[in-house]
């Protein structure tokens, strides 16, 4: 995630004890204790412990961990559904934990739609009136709200539902009413408390491809709870990790598959494909020499000498890649007195976006030995891609 991207959700120093005397604990925990012998000291539950975090604007974060890690604490903590024992959850310049109960109010309808694991639908409410609840609750005339719950059920595939009930559907269809009626109440943060963990696997991959590919139309902030590593891989553009309440690591997938933090990580990514996690990013190699468009055969030709080469490839003045040149393809240009080689390029190559996966990439290579092409949605060249460096990525990736 881009740093200079603009943040929507900033935590810094959150904690949160559950029992009577959070000063005890707090205490004790300041004194270096962990939350074990905090609890057996003082009776008294360290759920979270200096919880440092941002949001980004536009990003889905996932926050992961195991039973019991804080997880739900922690996006219970950021509506306030659970109030704080330290700490500050700044969001637009409003300070959480300090809001009056009416600021409160208003701060979740501006900011914030949860959708939960137990998809929490009215059973007595069709499809449509389940995706309108939120607005009628703040007071949208009916033909409006009716319009903008319409929207967002057919934005999440539900077109020609609108008067089932919730008993009618599947799993999968009643968590999309879900997303639906969040989406209709157009908060800017979704917060999603495993939402997915009811559904059967099948299913589950699915919705999850279906977040993605929302999120990304949408743009809105997503911060999503789950236990599952693979989920949190599938869809995170960022993974805080949680144990025992606090944060073990942060970053990207892959970030956290090539670099855990500690041991714990690093138990906890055991199994895991990384030809099928990793991207053709992390194997990416700068490119040796390029050619450029105004080039002739015979600086092709002394660029493939110098670098030891027999192709190259061929970019624009942006830098957008416009093809491959091989040495005999060069060499005939300029027997022919050819002045651009543009005309002897070959497009018998591939092209691959950043986060394109290693495993879609053994199959890639060409008989030829092409290196695969690395670019950007612009078609800017970043890199190459060779198969020697895809063996060595998953081979060090293993050693982690």
Same mark, same amino acid.
């Given at each position: 995630?881009?740093?200079?991207?603009?943040?929507?959700?900033?935590?810094?120093?959150?904690?949160?004890?559950?029992?009577?005397?959070?000063?005890?604990?707090?205490?004790?925990?300041?004194?270096?204790?962990?939350?074990?012998?905090?609890?057996?000291?003082?009776?008294?539950?360290?759920?979270?412990?200096?919880?440092?975090?941002?949001?980004?604007?536009?990003?889905?974060?996932?926050?992961?961990?195991?039973?019991?890690?804080?997880?739900?604490?922690?996006?219970?903590?950021?509506?306030?559904? %659970?109030?704080?024992?330290?700490? =500050?959850?700044?969001?637009? #310049?409003?300070? !959480?934990?300090? &809001?009056? /109960?009416? +600021?409160?109010?208003?701060?979740?309808?501006?900011?914030?739609?949860?959708?939960?694991?137990?998809?929490?639908?009215?059973?007595?409410?069709?499809?449509?009136?389940?995706?309108?609840?939120?607005?009628?609750?703040?007071?949208?005339?009916?033909?409006?709200?009716?319009?903008?719950?319409?929207?967002?059920?057919?934005?999440?595939?539900?077109?020609?539902?609108?008067?089932?009930?919730?008993?009618?559907?599947?799993?999968?269809?009643?968590?999309?009413?879900?997303?639906?009626?969040?989406?209709?109440?157009?908060?800017?943060?979704?917060?999603?408390?495993?939402?997915?963990?009811?559904?059967?696997?099948?299913?589950?991959?699915?919705?999850?491809?279906?977040?993605?590919?929302?999120?990304?139309?949408?743009?809105?902030?997503?911060?999503? %709870?789950?236990?599952?590593?693979? =989920?949190?891989?599938?869809? #995170?553009?960022? !993974?805080?990790? &949680?144990? /025992?309440? +606090?944060?073990?690591?942060?970053?990207?997938?892959?970030?956290?598959?090539?670099?855990?933090?500690?041991?714990?990580?690093?138990?906890?990514?055991?199994?895991?494909?990384?030809?099928?996690?990793?991207?053709?990013?992390?194997?990416?190699?700068?490119?040796?020499?390029?050619?450029?468009?105004?080039?002739?055969?015979?600086?092709?030709?002394?660029?493939?000498?110098?670098?030891?080469?027999?192709?190259?490839?061929?970019?624009?003045?942006?830098?957008?890649?416009?093809?491959?040149?091989?040495?005999?393809?060069?060499?005939?240009?300029?027997?022919?007195?050819?002045?651009?080689?543009?005309?002897?390029?070959?497009?018998?190559?591939?092209?691959?976006?950043?986060?394109?996966?290693?495993?879609?990439?053994?199959?890639?290579?060409?008989?030829?030995?092409?290196?695969?092409?690395?670019?950007?949605?612009?078609?800017?060249?970043?890199?190459?891609?060779?198969?020697?460096?895809?063996?060595?990525?998953?081979?060090?990736?293993?050693?982690?």
């Amino acid at each position: 995630m881009d740093e200079k991207q603009n943040v929507k959700i900033q935590v810094r120093g959150l904690s949160k004890v559950f029992g009577k005397h959070p000063k005890k604990a707090l205490e004790l925990r300041n004194q270096g204790l962990k939350r074990p012998a905090i609890l057996e000291q003082t009776g008294q539950t360290l759920g979270l412990s200096n919880i440092d975090f941002d949001v980004y604007e536009g990003e889905l974060l996932v926050i992961m961990g195991l039973s019991g890690s804080g997880k739900s604490t922690l996006i219970r903590c950021l509506n306030r559904l %659970i109030d704080t024992t330290e700490g =500050e959850i700044v969001i637009d #310049g409003e300070n !959480i934990p300090t &809001l009056s /109960d009416k +600021e409160l109010l208003e701060c979740r309808r501006r900011h914030f739609s949860m959708v939960f694991q137990n998809f929490a639908l009215f059973p007595h409410r069709t499809v449509q009136k389940n995706a309108e609840f939120g607005l009628e609750i703040r007071g949208i005339s009916q033909s409006e709200r009716y319009k903008i719950a319409r929207d967002s059920l057919s934005q999440v595939g539900l077109d020609g539902w609108e008067d089932a009930y919730p008993n009618q559907l599947s799993g999968g269809m009643q968590q999309r009413v879900g997303l639906a009626r969040a989406l209709a109440n157009d908060a800017s943060v979704l917060l999603l408390d495993e939402a997915f963990s009811a559904l059967d696997p099948l299913i589950r991959k699915e919705m999850q491809q279906e977040l993605t590919q929302l999120q990304a139309e949408t743009q809105k902030t997503t911060v999503f %709870i789950t236990h599952d590593l693979d =989920e949190a891989l599938n869809i #995170g553009d960022r !993974i805080v990790l &949680l144990k /025992d309440g +606090e944060i073990v690591q942060i970053g990207t997938p892959e970030d956290i598959l090539t670099n855990p933090a500690d041991d714990y990580v690093r138990r906890f990514i055991e199994g895991v494909d990384m030809s099928r996690i990793l991207t053709a990013e992390s194997a990416m190699r700068p490119v040796r020499s390029t050619a450029r468009e105004s080039d002739g055969p015979r600086t092709v030709m002394h660029k493939m000498r110098e670098n030891s080469i027999d192709s190259i490839y061929v970019l624009s003045r942006d830098r957008k890649l416009l093809g491959l040149l091989e040495v005999d393809a060069a060499k005939e240009a300029a027997d022919q007195g050819a002045t651009t080689v543009l005309d002897y390029m070959t497009q018998d190559f591939r092209r691959v976006k950043p986060d394109e996966p290693l495993q879609n990439l053994f199959a890639m290579f060409s008989e030829k030995g092409f290196p695969i092409a690395v670019e950007d949605d612009e078609q800017r060249l970043l890199g190459v891609v060779v198969k020697g460096a895809v063996l060595d990525e998953l081979a060090r990736a293993g050693d982690q």
